[in-house]
């Protein structure tokens, strides 16, 4: 977690200006307040890395495109990742299983002899 959360608030409502709880209202259905209690849940940094934004921005908010259910927040390189994916859990396993083997289809892949 990291320790400047405050600050974290602080520049989020410094930011805001209520156009951002207009936005977070019309797109996600929620107000600031919900975004300040999700940011205090996850400690301040992102759903899936764990890493504060690096940008100098707010988390985004992550939600289901179908349903528009918010999922968390996210740091903008988790969320454009999933969104590079489709959200779809499928293929991101298999993004994973990938780099687990080091860029091959599988463990059974050898690299060819020369």
């Given amino acids: ?46 759903a899936i890395c764990r890493q504060p934004e690096s940008q100098p921005q707010p988390l985004c908010v992550d939600h289901d495109h179908a349903t528009g259910r918010v999922r968390g927040l996210l740091c903008s390189a988790c969320n454009a990742g999933l969104g ?11 993004a994973a299983t990938y780099l687990d083997h080091g860029g091959s289809a599988g463990p ?3 690299p060819r002899q020369r």
């Fill in 1 to 46: 977690m990291p320790q400047d959360l405050e600050q974290i608030l602080s520049r989020y409502r410094r930011d805001a200006r209520g156009q951002r709880e207009q936005r977070l209202l019309k797109d996600y259905g929620i107000d600031e307040a919900t975004y300040e209690a999700l940011l205090r849940s996850q400690g301040g940094v992102c």
């Fill in 84 to 94: 590079h994916y489709g959200d779809d859990p499928n293929r991101l396993r298999a």
């Fill in 108 to 110: 059974q892949h050898q």
